[in-house]
């Protein structure tokens, strides 16, 4: 009888030549580029090609590439009404993960085996992600939605559909780095749930679509609004170690810490806190940072033996709250960034497919006799 490994934890899902970890040594790599590189020297769109397709993009792929994620965020009219229709005190997760089921509907009957049509339909993915959760944000606002322009890149087109306003060099900059650390990371919940549904053939917005779901979890994606909320309730720094014995003697999880690979600082979390850094330099300091410094400082300081460091989820907050996102948006954002991750390992999953299909430990009874519900 195979031992049940909780979690599968440890236990090599999938064969995959997209992104690497050291959990040891706190590295990730994207098809063997260092992240601390890409982050400097690249941009979202760029990585995102690396991620699908296996190296850097020679100009003209990128710049056919960049031309189509740039006018497929022109989305079909319906999908506003779509938008329009879902609750607006809903989750923007739930929406997203809706809109792109709902998006995946206008490709119904597309044989996405074909290179060219799994490559248009990529496009449209990551094209739409952003367009949608902008959309929603301005609907449920009860504001006009602010049209996409393809003349800028992810990033930059985000912030201007979220405030009708011309997006700040920085904070395009800041927001666009910060969707290259989000961009993948080997076989999380999410990616693997992607990875589960694209063994079973379905079309790619459906893969995506069920990798939103897994996202959305606090464990998962979701810690990251979590942490702001975290912050904000403990308040001052001279407030953190009092918490922090609260949530230790509690055993309570405490949110944008831990991680199932990382046993030292997740490298993403180093460069997020560089670009909060970067930020308060022109926007002035959020009181909250002291806070959460201090807050690392006393947490490390009780558990970072047992490997709860700071996980990517830990910083992002405070960089996306100065750059005026609203905090339910957080994960959207990681999603859209993801989303990169999740189509490159649909592709991979897709050369080599064989359905998922795991055993299990049966913990049940056998021969259980049926007795007449009146004599139960
Ligand atoms: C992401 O997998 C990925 O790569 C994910 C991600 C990605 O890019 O895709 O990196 C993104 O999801 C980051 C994680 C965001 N989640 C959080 O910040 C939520 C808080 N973190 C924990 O829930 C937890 O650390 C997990 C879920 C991230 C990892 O869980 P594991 O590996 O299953 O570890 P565990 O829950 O079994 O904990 C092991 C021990 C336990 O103590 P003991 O029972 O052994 O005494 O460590 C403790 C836990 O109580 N522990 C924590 C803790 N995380 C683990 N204690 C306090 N606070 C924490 N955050």
Redesign the pocket.
């Known amino acids: 009888m195979p031992e049940l490994i909780?979690?599968l934890?440890g236990v090599p899902a999938a064969e995959s030549a997209v992104s690497f970890?050291d959990g040891q040594k706190g590295l990730l790599a994207y098809r063997g580029h260092p992240i601390q590189v890409l982050a400097e020297r690249s941009t979202f769109q760029e990585v995102a090609w690396l991620l699908l397709y296996g190296t850097l993009p020679k100009r003209a792929e990128f710049d056919g590439f960049r031309e189509q994620l740039g006018t497929r965020r022109e989305i079909p009219e319906r999908m506003y009404d779509v938008i329009r229709a879902l609750p607006g005190n809903g989750h923007p997760m739930d929406a997203l993960q809706a809109c792109m089921a709902s998006l995946g509907m206008f490709s119904r009957h597309t044989d996405f085996r074909d290179a060219s049509t799994a490559d248009e339909a990529i496009t449209r993915i990551l094209a739409a992600m952003p367009v949608m959760v902008a959309a929603f944000d301005r609907i449920r606002g009860g504001e006009d939605v602010v049209p996409p322009r393809p003349e800028l890149d992810t990033a930059a087109n985000f912030l201007w559909m979220l405030t009708g306003e011309e997006p700040d060099e920085l904070a395009a900059r800041v927001l666009d780095v910060a969707l290259i650390l989000?961009a993948?990371?080997?076989?999380?919940?999410?990616?693997f749930a992607a990875r589960v549904v694209a063994s079973t053939e379905a079309d790619p917005y459906t893969v995506v679509s069920s990798a939103i779901g897994a996202?959305t979890g606090?464990?998962?994606?979701?810690?990251?609004e979590?942490?702001l909320d975290q912050l904000r309730d403990i308040g001052e720094a001279e407030s953190v170690e009092a918490w922090v014995d609260g949530?230790?003697a509690a055993?309570?999880?405490?949110?944008?810490?831990?991680?199932?690979?990382?046993k030292v600082k997740?490298p993403?979390a180093d460069i997020l806190q560089g670009l909060a850094i970067d930020l308060f330099e022109k926007l002035g300091r959020t009181p909250l940072y002291d806070t959460a410094v201090t807050l690392e400082d006393e947490?490390v300081k009780r558990?970072g033996d047992?490997?709860?460091h700071p996980?990517?989820?830990?910083y992002s907050g405070i960089v996306y709250s100065k750059l005026q996102i609203p905090i339910d948006l957080f994960t959207p954002v990681?999603a859209m960034a993801?989303t990169a991750g999740w189509l490159a390992h649909w592709r991979e999953q897709m050369v080599d497919n064989k359905i998922f299909r795991p055993a299990q430990v049966y913990a049940g009874v056998h021969d259980a006799e049926y007795v007449p519900i009146d004599e139960r």
């Open positions: 909780p979690g934890a970890i989000h993948d990371h080997t076989m999380n919940a999410s990616t996202l606090p464990l998962h994606g979701g810690a990251n979590r942490v949530q230790v055993k309570k999880k405490i949110m944008g810490f831990g991680h199932r690979v990382y997740d993403r947490v558990l047992k490997g709860i996980n990517v989820d830990f990681f993801r």
